[in-house]
Each structure stands twice: as C-alpha cells, then as structure tokens.
C-alpha cells in the first residue's frame, strides 16, 4: 500500500524526503519546503495522519518500508536526502537500519530512544480516550496552539484540522510503537551514511551518535522540541551547511 505525498521545488534538484512527526502531516514542513524550493522535495504523509489517514495502520517497520520504496519510485537516482522529525526521526533511524542505500545524507532530529518510565503509568488506552476527549475542547486546542509555537495562522488551522481527526485508536497505536521502539535498532554501527543528528538544548540524542560511525550532533541553542517552525532559520541553515558538506 502506498503513500499520499505531494512533490514540490525543483524537480530536476537533488531529492529530499521530509519525514513528520507524530500527530501532524506534511504540512509542518512550510518553512522547510520555502527555503528548500531549489531541491526536488518529496512530502508524506505517514499511514493514520494527514491525507493518508486511511491508508493502514501505523507502525514504524512499515512506514520504514513504505519511505525506502517512494525514494526508489520517485527520486532521482533511486536515492534521496532524508530528515525526519521526532517520531518522523525514529522511523528515519529505521530506514538507515534496514535500508541504508536509498539515503544520500540523514538529518535525524530529536529522535527519542530513551526508557520513559513515566510512559509505563500512562500508556494506557483509557488515557488516549481521555486525550482525544479534552482535545477536543476549544479551550484546550488554544492552549496547544500556543504551546507549540506556530510561526503563522496556516499552521494554526492544519494543527487544529489534524488533532480533530485524531482517535484514540490512532493515537494509542502511535503511541504504542514509539513505546515499543525505545532501544536503538541493530546494524547501525555498520551504516556508513552521513548522518547529523540535531536537537533542542534539553533533548538527549547522544545515544544515537555514539553508535554510528558517520554521526556528528548539533545542539540549537534556547530551542525546544518546536524547532522545526519556532527556529526554522536555525534548523534549515544547519541542514543547507550539512548537505552542502560544510
């Protein structure tokens, strides 16, 4: 089964695959598809969110699969760029485990891969009902809003469309595979792709780069899990000088 996906930039560039993060789509890619518009990019969206919302059941493996199949029906050389974002990033760490040759360069970006204990008291489906529930409640949404720092009113009403369209199926199978992929994946060590590894001031990603070979970290400064939108200067900057090898 394949994915919804939009191509945008320039088509005859260097391809770049944007993998989102859980709960949102494509669409948190704005500021990165602006400034990346002389690339040829490729957005999905992932299996249970955006315009893919019934395309199957979300696991990380298959998402994997699905990413390492668009690259070689779709880009250029049957190989892409890839970055990818929070759960975006976890199933991007996927990719370069079991599908290393369809990555030109990696931008892994605050993939979690850390024992949660409060997640073991919390990842209950009643608590996603409950969740689904207050999300639901207008007060509730502006408080989100807020919290996630959106740099403009298109972000605001995607935000608002992708949580309504959430259920707590949904979001407790999302949930349920990030709980069940917390270790780092095997064959890393082996993969000699170039790989930056980025992340707020308070995440932890140093796991990840003391196990593969080409990975170098980069901590944003006064910068949280929004970085992507709330600091896109910053972020897209950094992955321009990486791709470009400087």
């Known amino acids: 089964m394949s994915l919804y996906f939009e191509e945008m930039g320039n088509k005859n560039g260097p391809s770049i695959v944007f993998i989102h993060g859980g709960g949102v789509s494509g669409w948190m890619w704005k500021k990165q598809l602006e400034y990346f518009n ?5 957005v999905p969206d992932l299996p249970e969110h955006g315009k893919s919302s019934n395309d199957g059941l979300f696991s990380i493996s298959d998402c994997a ?5 668009l690259i070689e029906s779709k880009a250029h050389g049957k190989k892409a760029h890839v970055i990818g974002h929070s759960l975006g990033a976890k199933i991007l760490v996927e990719l370069l485990a079991t599908r290393p040759n369809v990555i030109d360069h990696a931008v892994v970006a605050s993939a979690l891969f850390r024992p949660m204990p409060f997640m073991r008291l919390t990842h209950k489906p009643f608590i996603y009902t409950l969740t689904t529930l207050v999300l639901k409640l207008r007060s509730i949404i502006s408080l ?3 919290a996630f720092q959106f740099p403009d009113a298109t972000y605001i009403e995607n935000a608002r469309a992708d949580f309504q369209n959430l259920t707590s199926d949904r979001l407790y199978r999302i949930y349920d595979e990030v709980y069940r ?15 930056l590894v980025i992340a707020g001031e308070k995440e932890s990603v140093l796991d990840i780069v003391s196990i593969m070979p080409n990975a170098h970290a980069v901590f944003i400064k006064k ?4 970085y992507p ?3 896109h200067e910053t972020f897209n900057k950094l992955i321009r000088d990486f791709l470009d090898g400087k």
Request: hydrophobic share 35%; with cysteine.
């Open 38 to 42: 002389d690339y040829h990019c490729i």
């Open 65 to 69: 699969r699905r990413i390492a199949d």
């Open 144 to 146: 989100y809003m807020r």
């Open 181 to 195: 992929h917390l270790t780092l994946p095997k064959g890393l060590a082996e993969v000699r792709v170039p790989i």
């Open 223 to 226: 910068a949280d899990h929004t």
């Open 229 to 231: 939108w709330s600091k």
